[in-house]
Every structure is written in C-alpha cells, then in structure tokens.
C-alpha cells in the first residue's frame, strides 16, 4: 500500500518538475496573490485527477487530445499575449489585478494544460494498475495530487523569490513570453499529429 503512494508521487513529482505546469505557476504568481493562484492550481488538479482516476482511458475517448490540446495551445497564446502587452502597464489604466480573476485565470490555464497531460495519463495508468481496491485507488489520487500541488507551491515561491530580485515589468514580459512560447508549442505538437 505505502509502495502504491510513494511509487505515483515520485513518478508525479519528478515528471512534472521544471515543466510548463510549474513554470506557469510561477508565471501566475508573479501576477496575482499566490494564495489565489495556488487555489485555482489546487482545485484543477484534484478535479483532473479525480477524472483520471474514475473514468481512465474512457475519458480520451470523448474528449478526443487533439481538441484539446488545440484549445489549450490557444488559451495559452492568448495569456501569454495579454501578459506580456499589458505586463508593464501602471497606475489607472491597468486592469485590476482582483482575487477572482487570480482563481480564475490559475484554474483554466492548468486545467487546460494539464487535461490529457503526462501527469493525467501517469494517474491513470496507475490507477489501472493497482485498481484492486478502493483504498489502492485513493491512495494513487492522493499521491499524484500531492505531488501537483507541492511541484506547483515550489514554482509559486521561486516566482515570488525572482519578483523580489528583478524589475515585475520585466518578469511580466518574461511570463508572457513564455505562455506565448508554451502556446506555439502546444500548437506544433497538436499539428504534426
């Protein structure tokens, strides 16, 4: 039981550090309160791991990966462009940065980026591996979402770290630079299928 835990954290941890999941955290949190931020983080990946775990491989069966990397890749263009034209924008004629619009904007950008994701389709496959018993199965949405939120919390206190170290229109442009550079790759990978 414990080697079921300890195995899909590990595999969740260590595939997702340094990925577009942590960069995008840190990108978030160098916008928005963190704590905002980290609870829309926090609830898509319980909600995509709770699919993963429930409905496996049934789940790609009508949400087709193609689709939905599509929409991701655009999703991510867009934020990234935003961020980086509105980046350096001060006092009245900037948008205000508000607790919902944090939540908001965390949720759909993971969700988004992580639906048919390597983490998702690693939680799955583990689940359908030790699906035995219920406790297994819990076991395995615990780990993985574990691992998620605690890779996700680093890249939110390395942004905070680099925000206090580096002028915020700079890392500003850098975020949008880099959902904008997360986008066009979301987008080749989903052409060339």
């Known amino acids: ?75 991510f263009i867009y934020f990234g462009y935003s961020t980086f034209r509105h980046g350096c924008e001060q006092g009245e004629d900037a948008a205000p940065l508000t607790a919902s619009s944090a939540f908001r904007t965390a949720f759909i950008m993971i969700f988004m980026a992580e639906l048919g994701d390597k983490s998702q389709l690693v939680t799955a496959s583990q689940a359908a ?28 206190f390395l942004g905070k770290k680099l925000l206090s170290c580096l002028p915020a229109c700079w890392i500003q442009r850098l975020a949008g630079g880099l959902f904008f550079l997360f986008g066009l790759l979301m987008l080749y990978s989903c052409l060339k299928q």
């Open 129 to 156: 591996r030790h699906s035995g018993s219920f406790s297994d199965i819990f076991l395995v949405f615990s780990a993985s979402t574990l691992a998620l939120w605690l890779v996700s919390l680093l890249g939110i």
């Open 1 to 75: 039981m414990d080697s079921v835990f300890s195995t899909t954290f590990a595999l969740i941890f260590l595939a997702e550090l340094g990925d577009k999941t942590q960069l995008t955290a840190m990108a978030l949190a160098m916008r928005y309160p963190w704590r905002r931020v980290f609870a829309g983080i926090a609830i898509a990946f319980a909600l995509l791991n709770l699919a993963a775990v429930l409905v496996g491989k049934l789940f790609f069966t009508f949400l087709p990966v193609f689709w939905i990397t599509l929409a991701s890749a655009i999703l």
